[in-house]
């Protein structure tokens, strides 16, 4: 009688046991009768990621192929409307950092002749600035990731003695690094 009630309890621990540890794994983990095929999930994993490396190409393609985008700012001043810097490549040019890290741009600041060069140089510094402020602000864009120079009145765009060649010659220039 001993050992008939000794087996009892411990066929019942046993299956308490197994109950209990099926309820942990598959209850609270997991849910092992509901749970998707795991290689389901790691061909979707994997198609989500060849996803993500295209878009990253592409944007690295439109990046670098479209050249150097250029802002006007108006006399004497360090700030611009950024709406000429059209949203796509903004968000083609964040997807192509976030995705090469290695990856760099550069923004170059320049000035018109009007004023004494070392003015000239601080503007066109203020300018690539504020450029770069503006990315890291409103596109979450790693600051590390850009480079500024100035050149003042190095490099002009246009004639500088005339008003439209001035205007032309306040920019700021983004470009990718190569």
């Known amino acids: 009688m001993m050992k008939s009630l000794i087996l009892f309890f411990s066929l019942l621990l046993a ?40 878009a990253a190409e592409e944007a690295k393609a439109y990046v670098t192929g479209s050249g150097t985008q250029k802002i006007y700012f108006e ?9 000429a810097l059209a949203p796509s490549y903004v968000e083609k040019l964040k997807l192509y950092l976030d995705n090469y890290p290695d990856a760099r741009i550069v923004i170059t600041g320049y000035a018109d002749n009007a004023g ?20 890291i602000l409103t596109s979450g864009i790693s600051g590390e990731q850009i480079e500024i120079m100035a050149k003042g ?21 983004i470009h990718p690094k190569i």
């Open 153 to 173: 009145t190095a490099e002009p765009a246009a004639d500088n003695n005339t008003p439209e060649g001035r205007e032309k010659n306040r920019r700021t220039e």
């Open 15 to 54: 299956l308490w046991i197994a109950g209990a540890s099926y309820w942990f794994v598959c209850r609270t983990m997991c849910d092992c009768r509901n749970s998707p095929n795991p290689a389901a999930i790691a061909e979707k994993a994997n198609a989500h990621h060849f996803a993500l490396i295209a």
């Open 75 to 83: 006399t004497a001043r360090a700030s611009a409307d950024m709406s």
């Open 116 to 135: 004494p060069d070392h003015y000239n140089m601080m503007l066109s510094e203020l300018r690539a600035r504020f450029v770069k402020n503006w990315l």
